[in-house]
């Protein structure tokens, strides 16, 4: 072993520190020697890993033996994290104390196992103590706001002690900041820090400019994303179209920008080619997967893609296996999606009542399901029907209820399904629903470890405008809970004070960070305001003023009879008089004539009480009284022989 050593140490003085290679072959010509010399493997195995071969190193180390292994356990965990073996080297680095290097190891393969508790506030441990390398204190920074990021986008943002953004004087420590701005919803926000982390790139004396484009092209896909969040289609499109893609080094942002650019588009008119095209991207190694919040909207814009170039019956299935390894309820944005998609895929993209029809069986099938029940109140407000929106969510409301399982009582009075049913009660007028669903919803949370604040908040200053006084004593225990976990809470203090205002009027005393009355009030004028009185409205002054003019014992006046205008028929002589028997049908008129000889002898004994003139009719009357030339009182010639005849005549004639 001793030989070997010397030997080493000979051979090391002919090299230069920075110069690896030969490091490396000083130690591959020593090893000849001396095949298992721990200090000769460790130094080999150190030089590979400055030549970033780290696949090579880790072997060197894992066929050393134990000794060599013991030896540089912080070598073989960062071996380990750069060949994406991060559990093994995480749990290496957590096992060496009392070293710097190993702390930065266990964080950085934390943040790749998406433990960003553990790794944030391992970086926050790193800067407490003194950096004795240099630029270390900036990697600590940069690392740093990376994990707090990361904290923001995994909805763990109450974890992240620095919520706003200072002046960053480093392009890296801006874009993370960016980021963490981009995760809580401030996209304007987001906006100028990615802008600054630019010009701080292109303003950086340490960089090639070859680096500068390197690190410029993730800023850049940023963007293009905060620009499409903001609505700003056309300056996004104008981006994305100056990023070359093939020029961005990582697989996993590659993708990313080609995402991006097909949702900048204001409309995808050839759904089949981004289809083709998203599809076309190159595969993602290991070492730089996506985290689980990226890969998940992913999965669901290839879903989205699929729906639009109907392939209907491939998303139901994908989505079915997805919502069976995870059964419903569930408060993830991600499984609501594919909920919604897998819905979306049986309606097929339609919308309205022929989408209602075929989703409410879908909704039979799985009552637990949150993101299908939001998805029928949805589509029931669309229809402007705020009545079965609320009776859908209900029913979700109600089946929850009834489960035994304590998640699903954690998914019941989630703050976003409050949120929505009380909004759908204000629209209805419910007051009373509204404030039962709040205290309900507090009473339960109030006993958790980690209540939802912004939930609290919300049933307290909802509970203070009740006037029952159950109501009230709940606000006050709400307001109490919340200022006793943070006295610094401008609206917790101030609701603790309202909260008591009726009751204890002391307690304002308690609460010294609000702003007294005295300096709120120090520009208003009170006199002057009581002077000029009560504001009034224009539409409240008016009335006010109609209200004064009206006299007591004025009388009513009659309303005004709508006169119908006449309708007179287009020959209307007004000199002449009109028909006096104009009401009577055609038939019963003295003027009607039938047409025809048949006609006027059957229209003799249509006349009804009507006085019958001379002619025929009177001849008749006298031959049959005197029975002269009569024959059992029929008439001559008027029976139906007669007739006959006359057809006979007529037929002869033809």
Known sequence: MATGTQSLNTLLQRATIDDHEEILKACNASLKQSKRDPKTLHTKAVALLKLDRYDDALRVLEEGGEDVKSGASLERSYALYKNGQLSEAKDIARGISDDRGARHVEAQASY???????????????????????????????????????????????????????????????????CASIARGDLVQGELLLRRSRDLCNASGDLSDDEKVAELLPIQVQQVYVLNRLGKLADAQDLASQITQKDIPDASTQHVAQNNSIAAKDSIENPYMAHRLLQNTSSIPEKDRFFTFQLDRIKEND?????????????????????????????????????????????????????????????????????????????YILTNNHVSAATALESLLKHLESSDATDHQDVRFAPGLVATVVSLYGLQGRKSQIMTELARAASYWRHKSKPPESLLQAAGLGLLDSSDPK?????????????????????????????????????????????????????????????????????????????????????????????????????????KAPDPERWLPLKERSSYRPKGKKGRQKAVGLTQGGVEKGGESAAAAAAGTSGKGSEGGVIKGSGPGTANKAKNKKKSKK
Do not use: C
């Open 303 to 379: 879903l989205i893609l699929d729906l639009l170039v109907s392939k209907y019956e491939g998303v139901i299935k994908s989505t079915d296996r997805t919502l069976t390894s995870n059964p419903p309820p569930s408060i993830s944005s991600h499984l609501n999606h594919i909920s919604v998609l897998n819905a979306a895929a049986h309606a097929q993209n339609r919308l309205g009542n022929f989408g209602i029809k075929r989703i409410l069986p879908l909704l039979e099938k799985r009552p637990l399901d949150v993101g299908l029940a939001m998805l029928v109140v949805q589509l």
């Open 471 to 575: 109501d009230q004593a709940t606000a006050r225990d709400i307001f109490a809970t919340l200022y006793q976990q943070d006295r610094t809470s401008k609206i917790a203090s101030a609701g603790y004070v309202a909260a008591h205002a009726l009751t204890s009027r002391s307690v304002a005393d308690e609460t010294k960070d609000l702003t007294p009355t005295s300096r709120l009030i120090a520009g208003i004028d009170v006199s002057a305001l009581e002077e000029a009185g009560v504001p009034q409205t224009k539409s409240n002054a008016d009335a006010q003023a109609a209200s004064r003019k009206r006299v007591l014992d004025e009388k009513p006046k009659p309303a005004k009879k709508r006169v119908r205008k006449s309708r007179l028929p287009k020959d209307h002589d007004p000199t």
């Open 112 to 178: 790749r196992l998406e433990d960003f508790e553990r790794s944030a506030r391992l970086y926050k441990d790193l800067t407490k103590t003194h950096a004795p390398i240099d630029n270390e204190e900036n990697d600590v920074k940069i690392n740093g706001g990376a994990a707090d990021a990361q904290l923001a986008w995994t909805r763990q943002g109450h974890l992240v002690q620095r919520k706003r953004p200072t002046r960053e004087d480093l392009f890296e420590t801006a874009y993370n900041a960016a």
